[in-house]
């Protein structure tokens, strides 16, 4: 269902009044929610680069279980409440097949992680709904496992699905993942399915923030995502690939500048 032969026409996953799989959209916003204030802040910065969809983990897949877990149904709220108040739409990630069900009532996409890209009852759930999935590539995971993932959400239903390629992991050690450029134009030649690249999630740094997105948009990405935090170091998660606001500012001057935008 997901290959272009069955479906040679693009889908386009429509989100408010952003439709995805159109021209190029941008999603941003922190890697995890920490506080109202913080959603808040990198919210007036997306509303002033014309950007529609803030992202931000309340439920977090952290390595270390040490680490900031997130702030659950909590954080989902603090979203809901910001994108409210400032016309964005959410996109947040459910890491349970239960919360499936109630995460429409706080989000407007619905993240499945890298790390549960083959949790297959997660994606039956996904595929029960009608709301928008944006599905992250596993870790390990070939484009085919990718798009059999995403074959499990549209086969129950949903079509609605965005795919991110966010990089895999290779011996390389300068950079997080290995961003595979390359499943760029594989994956819109082999399916319809918009695709997206995460810029900070691949790299795991962001010196190369814009070369990569110029890069991901020239081997025709439907969109960039990217982790923007109003103080990156202090950041309760992936501190180290956050933009802070005046690198994402010149991020998105950059991409208007090269007319991607
Ligand atoms: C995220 O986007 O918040 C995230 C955890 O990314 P990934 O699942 O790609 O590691
Ligand atoms: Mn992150």
């Not at 992202?55 to 680490?67: E, I, L, M, Q, V």
């Not at 069900?101 to 949790?119: F, H, K, L, S, W």
């Given at each position: 269902?997901?290959?272009?032969d069955?479906?040679?026409?693009d889908?386009i996953v429509?989100?408010?009044d952003?439709?995805?799989g159109?021209?190029?959209?941008m999603?941003?916003?922190?890697?995890?929610?920490?506080s109202?204030e913080q959603?808040?802040?990198?919210?007036k910065?997306?509303v002033?680069?014309?950007?529609?969809?803030?992202?931000g983990?309340?439920?977090?897949?952290?390595?270390?279980?040490?680490?900031?877990?997130?702030?659950?149904?909590e954080?989902?709220?603090?979203?809901?409440?910001v994108?409210?108040?400032?016309?964005l739409?959410?996109?947040?990630e459910?890491?349970?097949p239960?919360?499936?069900?109630i995460?429409?009532?706080?989000?407007?996409v619905?993240?499945i992680?890298?790390?549960?890209?083959q949790?297959?009852?997660?994606l039956k759930a996904?595929?029960?709904v009608?709301t928008?999935?944006?599905?992250?590539?596993?870790?390990?995971?070939?484009?085919?496992e990718?798009?059999?993932?995403?074959e499990?959400?549209?086969?129950r239903?949903?079509?609605?699905?965005i795919?991110v390629?966010?990089?895999i992991?290779?011996?390389?050690?300068?950079t997080?993942n290995?961003?595979d450029?390359l499943a760029?134009?594989?994956?819109?030649q082999?399916?319809?399915?918009?695709?997206?690249v995460?810029?900070?999630h691949?790299?795991g740094?962001k010196?190369?923030?814009?070369?990569i997105?110029?890069?991901?948009?020239?081997?025709?990405?439907?969109?960039?995502?990217?982790?923007?935090?109003p103080?990156?170091?202090?950041?309760?998660?992936?501190?180290?690939?956050?933009l802070?606001?005046?690198e994402f500012n010149?991020?998105m001057?950059?991409?208007?500048?090269?007319?991607f935008?």
């Amino acid at each position: 269902l997901v290959s272009r032969d069955r479906h040679p026409e693009d889908t386009i996953v429509t989100v408010g009044d952003t439709e995805i799989g159109k021209k190029p959209i941008m999603i941003a916003g922190p890697c995890s929610v920490e506080s109202e204030e913080q959603v808040s802040i990198v919210a007036k910065s997306l509303v002033e680069q014309g950007v529609k969809l803030i992202r931000g983990g309340a439920f977090k897949p952290r390595t270390s279980p040490y680490d900031f877990q997130g702030l659950g149904i909590e954080g989902l709220k603090i979203l809901r409440k910001v994108a409210d108040n400032y016309g964005l739409k959410v996109v947040s990630e459910i890491v349970n097949p239960a919360d499936i069900e109630i995460a429409p009532e706080y989000v407007d996409v619905i993240q499945i992680g890298a790390r549960n890209m083959q949790n297959f009852e997660l994606l039956k759930a996904a595929g029960q709904v009608n709301t928008p999935i944006l599905l992250k590539r596993g870790l390990a995971a070939t484009i085919e496992e990718f798009l059999f993932a995403a074959e499990y959400i549209v086969s129950r239903g949903n079509t609605q699905v965005i795919l991110v390629e966010r990089g895999i992991r290779t011996y390389e050690k300068w950079t997080r993942n290995t961003l595979d450029i390359l499943a760029v134009p594989i994956i819109k030649q082999e399916s319809h399915l918009p695709v997206i690249v995460d810029i900070s999630h691949s790299a795991g740094r962001k010196d190369v923030a814009i070369p990569i997105a110029k890069a991901a948009l020239a081997a025709g990405a439907d969109g960039i995502m990217v982790e923007v935090h109003p103080d990156p170091p202090v950041a309760l998660s992936d501190a180290n690939q956050q933009l802070d606001l005046n690198e994402f500012n010149s991020l998105m001057t950059a991409l208007k500048k090269a007319n991607f935008f």
